[in-house]
Structures are given as C-alpha cells and as structure tokens.
C-alpha cells in the first residue's frame, strides 16, 4: 500500500501567520484527501484534491482559508491561512492504497497557534 | 452519505475476544463497510472492509448481518497495544471519500 510522508510532525505558530503543510506519496494516486481533527475529536474532512483541478471542500472550508495545491499526483499541499488559537488541531493527509484495501494516512501534523 | 452509530466506549480483558458493534441501517447496496483505528497521536491505520461477506485477515474478522444494516468488528485475542478510537465508515459511491463518526475508544485491561 502506498506509503505517506507528512511534514513538518508539529509546529507553533503566531495568529494571524499562514503554515503549510506537504504530503509526499511513494506512489501515483488519483486522489488526495485532507482532514482536520480537532482536540478530542473525531476526522473531519476539509477537501478532496485532485491533480489538474481545484480542490472539492466540504461543507463549512473555503478555499481562502485552507488553499490545497496538487500539482503532480505524488504530492500535494493544504496551507491554513490567517490563523487563529481555533485552528489549532491535527491535520492529516490521505490517499488510497492499493486496489481497495483502505486508505493510506500521513503521521499528521501537529499545529498550535498561540 | 450513509451514517454509522457505534458505541461510544468499550472495555476488553487482555487476551479476550473484542467485539465492537456498528450499526449502518442505511447502507446502500454498493457502499462498502470499512474499519479503521487511531491508536493517541497517530493517524487512522486501515484493519478491513467488506461488502456482504464476512471477511477475516491477520488482524480482525469482520461480521455483517445478511441485511447488512450493522456489523461486528471481533478482535480475536485482544492486547494492551490494541487499545485505540475504532471507526465503523461506510465509503461512499461519490469520489470515494471516507467519512469518519465518533468512533468506539476500545480500553484493553490487563
């Protein structure tokens, strides 16, 4: 199955800054998928991201706030713009593994904004 | 998007089977169930899925009744290391995306 490497692991940041988050597949995947998880929460999903269109949000994200870019189909990017101590969460990456066994996850990102 | 109900936390005794219930009353006859864990601070490790058959692999089996309205993840012989959030996710049919519940925090006890 298709490995993910998530980076950087955890970060502080100031409000009102932007952080950017990469996700690297070992493998060429159609699909990626960004998550937020909130302290003592369950995943939620932020956008789907496909290589050559823009992003699919879900109900609740807008593109100003967390622009994804994916501009081959082993990486992508998801930026959280104009923070806030709200956005401090989890935010991992996702993307199918091999045939249907299951969905690959990155080891996430840590971010607390102070 | 078909939604799941799982209880919201179990205890097992090391050693003993653990079996984790999920109910998806309105499954279609194509989405798949899938089971998914987060063991504090790590992202969701895939276990199994199924679509009417009941499925078994090196980690779990996976029951589903024959009108596929809930299912039962067992985990035969639990361990302290299996103590974790399990999410019961039926996959939708519209860009395969997984939507995750609240899951079930499954405590193994010695």
């Known amino acids: 199955s298709a490995v993910i490497s998530q980076k950087p692991s955890r970060d502080i940041c100031q409000r009102g800054t932007s952080l950017t988050i990469q996700c690297q597949v070992d493998s060429q995947v159609t699909m990626m998928f960004w998550y937020r998880q909130q302290p003592g929460q369950s995943l939620t999903l932020i956008a789907t991201a496909n290589q050559g269109s823009e992003a699919t949000y879900e109900s609740g994200f807008v593109i100003d706030k967390f622009p994804i870019s994916r501009p081959n189909l082993t990486f992508s990017t998801l930026t959280v713009s104009n923070m806030s101590p709200e956005d401090s969460s989890i935010y991992l990456c996702?993307?199918?593994?091999?045939?249907?066994?299951?969905?690959?996850f990155g080891s996430g990102t840590r971010l607390t904004v102070v | 998007d078909a939604k799941t109900t799982q209880p919201t936390s179990m205890d097992c005794a090391e050693g003993r089977a653990a079996n984790l219930p999920c109910n998806h009353s309105t499954i279609s006859g194509n989405e798949y169930v899938y089971w998914y864990r987060q063991i504090h601070s790590q992202g969701p490790q895939y276990i199994i899925h199924?679509?009417?058959n009941n499925e078994t692999n090196e980690m779990a089996s996976l029951i589903i009744t024959e009108d596929r309205k809930s299912s039962t993840l067992i985990l035969p012989h639990a361990t302290l290391r299996d103590t974790a959030v399990y999410y019961c996710?039926?996959?939708?049919?519209?860009?395969?995306?997984?939507?995750f519940g609240q899951g079930t925090e499954l405590s193994v006890k010695p």
């Open positions: 199924g679509l009417k």
């Open positions: 996710i039926v996959r939708t049919n519209q860009g395969g995306k997984l939507i």
């Open positions: 996702s993307a199918p593994a091999a045939g249907e066994y299951g969905y690959t």
